[in-house]
């Protein structure tokens, strides 16, 4: 019998029930859902809306309730319409007509919310701790490789020379910033809607800042309506995973370029590569690859979010149990992700020697000989002009700007010298960069420092 019953004259079709019930996905809340109830128990007690030795017996079954299914010794039950109805209809078997009065002055509406505002919390925690893992892993691999000079890119053609730390570095500040969003966002999560009831709030004289102590949140929603239909928070946090994986897969794209043999940077370890089942020589990034394939997929959970909140009139409707699946997907895939990718790069090898030869070809280093010729007092844009006509030359004559004679250099213009050569070199061009956030050792290592103090700071809290 369904708690609800008493206004209907049917039985619920079967196909209805199966398509109204969340239990086969809230019933992951469990934890949440239990210790919600002991704590809005404790409240009733003492605020004397039901009687001290109620409230104790209430909480006393519900712990007993969370031990069971912690031990797996009380299994869900598949016809239960929601995690909700499931505990309390056990809760009532147990302890008769005062399990009933667990749901005085609350609706499933605040209950539910109540539910995912908790989830969503210990969530947000466990991601933080997974990004700043993988944060701390790159800054790991740059410390190693602040003089490992590699070709940077543009338009995915070779552009100017930086260091492999560098390259690293800058994956370090994206999700430094996805820590920053989402502690943002765990700012607007803790917040408690339990005694919003279904929309209105409640005659009982409850105590909501007593429940929001005993919980754990630092805020109570303080719009009854708004407590039971907002579902900013879930939103935010799929928007957060989308940048997070957004940022995953860029990484992936380029770690799938640099191990292939057309650029040989980087091998990845065979614990984290897969094989062909017809060709014996492949060694294939299937991590980095659905890493990059995943990101769809939370895109779209982020886009069901979306959708399903953009007509909904206030206050509570059914629609939004769709959040649970939408969001629970997002954030197992997202989790799974930063796991696996933080593994396979830990254990990636650098070929500084290839990326070397690499950042020798390209005329990488032909901004670096403009600026020569600026330094000796020629128009940047004359400057610019000469060496593009240098580059032009090295090309037809199969050369390069570090094997053209001085007087090969003199036919284009007189104002080089023999300094031209020092000023090109591909470890001078990384040193000189010493702009702040530059790619000089420098300024890596400076970064580095920094992010370190991040990771520190924010592991402590």
């Known amino acids: 019998m369904k708690m609800w019953e008493g206004r209907f004259s049917k039985a619920l079709d079967s196909r209805v029930n199966d398509f109204n019930s969340s239990i086969r996905f809230d019933c992951r809340m469990y934890r949440e859902d239990i210790t919600g109830s002991i704590a809005h128990a404790t409240m009733l007690g003492k605020c004397g809306i039901i009687e001290a030795s109620e409230a104790e017996l209430i909480c006393k079954t519900l712990k007993e309730i969370l031990a069971d299914l912690d031990h797996g010794t009380l299994q869900f039950d598949p016809e239960a319409e929601d995690i909700h109805m499931f505990v309390e209809s056990v809760l009532t078997e147990r302890i008769g007509d005062t399990g009933k009065r667990l749901h005085t002055s ?57 260091t492999w730390g560098h390259y690293l570095m800058a994956y370090a500040q994206m999700f430094r910033r996805d820590i920053v969003r989402l502690e943002e966002i765990y700012e607007h999560t803790d917040v408690m809607p339990l005694g919003s009831c279904a929309l209105a709030g409640t005659t009982y004289p409850i105590d909501r800042h007593m429940v929001a102590e005993l919980l754990g949140f630092s805020q109570v929603s303080e719009n009854s309506m708004d407590g039971v239909s907002d579902r900013d928070f879930v939103i935010e946090l799929a928007s957060a995973l989308s940048i997070c994986m957004m940022h995953l897969s860029r990484f992936s794209e380029e770690m799938i370029l640099w191990c292939s043999s057309e650029f040989s940077f980087i091998e990845l370890d065979d614990a984290f590569s897969t094989g062909s089942s017809i060709m014996p020589q492949k060694k294939n990034p299937d991590i980095a690859e659905l890493v990059r394939g995943k990101t769809g997929r939370v895109y779209g959970d982020l886009t069901t979010l979306l959708t399903m909140m953009k007509g909904l009139p206030l206050a509570y409707n059914k629609d939004m149990q769709e959040d649970k699946e939408a969001i629970f997907d997002a954030l197992d895939n997202t989790k799974m992700c930063l796991e696996l990718f933080e593994a396979m790069l830990r254990t990636c090898t650098a070929h500084a020697d290839v990326m070397r030869a690499a950042a020798s070809g390209g005329f990488i280093n032909a901004t670096d000989c403009a600026d020569y010729l600026v330094r000796r007092g020629l128009p940047f844009r004359t400057a610019y002009k000469i060496v593009g006509q240098l580059v032009a030359y090295c090309i037809s004559n199969d050369k390069t700007l570090e094997t053209l004679s001085l007087s090969e250099y003199k036919q284009i213009s007189e104002v080089f010298e023999q300094g031209v050569y020092a000023a090109i070199d591909m470890n001078t061009c990384v040193a000189n960069r010493k702009a702040f956030g530059g790619p000089c050792e420098e300024s890596v290592l400076r970064q580095i420092a920094s992010m370190r103090d991040f990771i520190s700071a924010h592991t402590e809290e």
Request: glycine share 2%; charged share 25%.
């Open 106 to 162: 609350r609706s499933r509406n605040d209950q539910v919310a109540l539910d995912i505002h908790m989830y969503l919390k210990a969530q947000i925690l466990e991601l933080r701790t997974l990004v700043l893992r993988l944060i701390q892993t790159i800054v790991d691999k740059a410390a190693e490789h602040t003089k490992t000079v590699m070709p940077g890119y543009t338009h995915l053609q070779r552009a100017q020379p930086l």
